[in-house]
């Protein structure tokens, strides 16, 4: 138990037999973030534990207090997970070997999903459920600890890095796209091949070993049932002779990405949107009814809830990657629009060259923050020195089992 002012908090397992109807309840009346300027509700489908429970090590913890005799009640809950994940590279020592450089791996945690009840907030409770946490990462031997939020979020970024020491570490972009309702009219200029989760998981491997936040599981996140597939593009006048061949002498131009469901998962609804705003969204609907020659842009019920894909992996090389990347995502939107999603998403570094080929909607689309601490200072610095510290680079890995 603790003592928190007046207030006797505990801080514990999350139990799924007996906290599940109060943890879903608290995510209702909690929003989780802006979307247009909108709040965007999450629905978990009934399962808190939904956007751990891929992850190789995970924990969720609840924040309860005494509101009366024999009567408890959830008030806050954090969820964290724990993987093996790349932070720099190095050279080899043998200057002969086939790879330039070697990934530097490090346990890495990753704290998401904190949520405290609107009517207990300013009592310290979120800073208590990151620190219980913390020992928790801790315990596992992890080396750091990272969060995500929206760059706006003042609330959430003063408690990581004023009360909880973390550091500012990289900033990419969320890119939504709505799903229209028509396919997106793909060029015969790019010949898409979709690879199977070995070929996928080699590629990967090779090439974007080296890229931060890689995860080292990458086989685990590929084979997963939520993931769709894994989808090469490269110039149609190249000819596709195998992945063998492929990384041994790859085209000039390629692109590759890779689709998870999260559809499955969870749920996401705009609220608070105004009637103006709905009204136009209508209306661009029953236009494209009406006219559907046209194939108008229309922007799909995103005020109901809605599933959506989220597209990662994202990398290519070359002249022409861009517009590789540009024919992916038309396949990722049909692939949405046969699920019945409301929209695509995926998120890349600032510095990402291949952005320019991610065609997206900046009203829904919007600026993260990811905030980086240093849990073990007692690790040697290696090759790599202290992650916290350390320059971005062109491209980061998003891991999907942590959004």
Known sequence: MVENGCLQLVVREYDVEKDCKQVVELERRCEVGPTAKLSLFTDLLGDPLCRIR????????????????????IVGMVRGCIK??????????????????????????????????PSHRRMRIGLKLVQKMEEWFRQKGAEYAYMATESDNDASINLFTKKCAY???????????????HNVRVTKRVTVIKLTPLEAESLYTCRFSTTEF????????????LNLGTFLAINSNEEW???????????VSWAVMSVWNCKDVYTLEVKGASMVRRGFCKTSRVLDRALPWLKLPSVPDLFKPFGFHFLYGLGG????????????????????????????????????????????????????L???KRLLEDYSDGDVGDWTKSEPGLSIFVDPREL
């Open 241 to 251: 002779a195998g992945l063998d061949r492929f990384l041994s002498r790859p085209p």
């Open 214 to 225: 890689f995860p080292r599981d990458i086989g685990s996140i590929l084979n997963n049932k």
């Open 317 to 368: 090389n070359g002249p022409l990657a861009v517009k590789l990347t540009k024919a992916l995502c038309g396949i990722a939107h049909n692939l949405a629009k046969e699920y019945g999603c409301g929209v695509v998403a995926t998120e890349v570094s600032g510095n990402e060259p291949l952005m320019l080929g991610i065609p997206h909607w900046k009203k829904l689309s919007c600026a993260d």
């Open 54 to 73: 891929n992850s190789p090590s995970f924990l969720m913890l609840v924040a309860e207090i005494q509101v009366g005799q024999g009567k408890k009640e």
């Open 167 to 181: 550091s500012k570490f990289r900033t990419p972009s969320i890119l939504v796209q709505p799903v229209f309702a």
């Open 84 to 117: 093996t994940a790349t932070c720099g590279k190095k050279l080899p020592r043998n200057p002969t070997a086939s790879l330039s450089h070697r990934p530097i791996y490090t346990k890495l945690a990753y704290i998401l999903g904190l949520r405290v009840s």
């Open 370 to 372: 990811w905030c980086l």
